[in-house]
């Protein structure tokens, strides 16, 4: 009971209506601009009701404000998590141009549509949208997507696509009070989601603790002090943004800067608390002119030999001196080792560095590669 997460609500802008000035939905009145975006578990979810937090779905797609796609008579369009566009018919020469769609899940039919291309500033009639009860929410936007162009090819005709915005109603969960996730009991769902941890935890050195899914805490291997940080771990193959701190002009803050408790990119030593990298800007930044105002900087810090810290044993003695420490250089988001232990400016990237646990068994004939060619 000392933990508390909490999650809510907020709207997002529908690119179509970000990019063409169009409502998507329009029931009893009410014309849907934007969508409700829940941050759950480190994921961005949505709200299959824009006004209840507790009922959440993931997206399947968003197009990109600038994205198309292009499809000919016959075509299918795999729009991902099992949902598909198969395109049954086009007539580029009647007015209005029209498609004729089939939006299918798993193959199964889930609705045929007509759509129109925009004529002149009559847009509107060019968004499509399917909505279905999810999880006893009448009227929950599944899909929507605009009909851009339709036109005739040199062989077939065409219709283009953007803005396509689709969840996947097999995702959909409710999350109820004294439901559980990791840790964590459920004690409210009204305004947000509200969780403590119902579980014990611990803190212990050199450990990672999970809270729920793929959020975790991980603690610095330090018997003296406790210090820890919230990560998320990813295993599937991707790419991932690490982000740093937001500067925003809206409040009010004149120094933009960043280091590594303000951008995970930047080299961190959790154990020892080290850090050399910083990004600063000398300016308060603007949208142009920004030549000689953004300063990149970093140094040397000291790092111990495993062999030090376990056995107390230096590494080389070169001239009466005992090596106990590498020198760690961080280089643009990444750990390197400075060839010469004072000197910054000759770097190179460590291959390889057993975990202090860590052993190698070998017997005689066998071959350890140690990375990097080495052998």
């Given amino acids: 009971d000392t933990i508390e997460y909490k999650t809510g609500i907020v709207p997002v802008e529908f690119k179509v209506k970000e990019k063409e000035g169009l409502y998507v939905t329009n029931i009893s009145g009410t014309a849907a601009t934007t969508y409700s975006v829940v941050g759950w578990q480190a994921e961005k979810w949505i709200a299959i009701n824009p006004n209840n937090v507790a009922k959440i779905a993931k997206l399947a797609l968003e197009m990109d404000k ?4 292009t499809l000919t008579t016959g075509e299918t369009w795999s729009l991902g998590s099992g949902y598909e566009i198969n395109i049954n018919a086009i007539d580029a020469r009647t007015t209005p141009r029209q498609a004729w ?6 193959g199964a039919v889930i609705d045929e549509g007509i759509a129109q291309a925009p004529q002149g500033t009559a847009k509107q009639p060019a968004v ?4 279905k009860t999810i999880l006893g929410e009448s009227d929950a936007l599944l899909f929507t997507v605009y009909v851009d162009n339709i036109f005739s090819g040199a062989t077939s005709d065409m219709v283009q696509f953007k803005y396509a915005w689709l969840i996947d ?21 009204t305004d947000n989601i509200t969780m403590t941890n119902k579980n014990s935890v611990s803190l212990s050195s050199n450990s990672d603790v999970t809270l729920m899914g793929n959020l975790k805490f991980r603690v ?13 771990e990813y295993t599937a193959p991707g790419a991932y943004e690490v982000r740093g701190a937001v500067w925003n002009q809206g409040d009010g803050q004149a120094a933009a800067s960043w280091n590594s408790q303000k951008f995970a990119g930047f080299y961190y030593d959790l154990k020892n608390n080290l850090t050399t990298e910083s990004l600063r800007f000398l300016a308060t930044p603007g949208r142009s002119n920004l030549e000689d105002t953004i300063e990149y900087k970093t140094g040397i810090v000291p790092v111990e030999f495993k062999v030090k810290e376990k056995e107390n044993l230096y590494v080389t003695n070169i001239s009466g001196v005992a090596a106990t420490n590498y020198s760690v250089v961080g280089w643009m988001a990444e750990k390197w080792v400075a060839v010469n232990p004072t000197n910054v400016a000759k770097i190179a990237k460590l291959a390889l560095e057993m975990d202090k646990e860590e052993k190698k068994t070998l017997t005689t004939g066998e071959t350890w590669s140690l990375g990097a060619g080495y052998e």
């Fill in 66 to 69: 600038e994205e198309k796609k």
């Fill in 101 to 106: 769609f089939t939006l299918k899940k798993d």
């Fill in 128 to 131: 499509y949208y399917k909505t």
């Fill in 169 to 189: 109603e097999s995702t959909a969960k409710e999350i109820k009070s004294a439901d559980t996730y990791g840790v964590f009991e459920v004690t409210g769902t």
């Fill in 220 to 232: 610095a291997d330090n018997s003296s002090f406790i210090r820890f940080y919230p990560f998320v």
